[in-house]
């Protein structure tokens, strides 16, 4: 009787611990951050000449800022998520959610505005066009 339950109890030890490692949260939908191009900075200069920086990193979070010309002084600027919806060739959509903005005041308000764009990568993925805007942006070195 003893023998019996000593095998039952490494039997139920054995199915616990093959059970346990089988379990494990399935990322197959996230990219991987070395499988994102898009995990960065890049910068732009707009026509009036005012700078902007564009920052994706590996975290899901995302930082933009406009600068007063060639300044460090920010105009505006963004703070958030991004989350990658889908992916064809070099065109990724782009869920953007900002959840703070700082006004040229230096006002910070809580903003939780969700907008989707479609973001090109070209030139090796060292440029960059975001759907709605003309503008280039390149990747800082």
Request: proline share 2%.
């Amino acid at each position: 009787m003893k023998n019996i339950r000593l095998v039952g109890m490494a039997l139920l030890a054995l199915f616990m611990s093959v059970s346990f490692s089988a379990c494990g949260g399935s990322d197959d939908d996230e990219p991987q951050p070395s499988s994102n191009p898009l995990i960065g900075t890049w910068e732009m200069t707009d026509i009036d000449g005012d700078d902007y920086i564009l920052e994706f990193k590996a975290d899901g979070t995302f930082y933009q800022a406009e600068f007063y010309g060639k300044t460090e002084k920010v105009k505006i600027s963004y703070k958030g998520t991004y989350k990658i919806l889908s992916v064809s060739g070099n065109t990724y959509e782009v869920s953007f959610i900002s959840k703070e903005k700082q006004k040229m005041s230096g006002e910070i308000v809580t903003d939780n505005e969700t907008v989707t764009r479609f973001v090109t990568l070209s030139d090796n993925n060292n440029t960059l066009a975001i759907s709605g805007s003309s503008d280039i942006w390149k990747r800082k070195k």
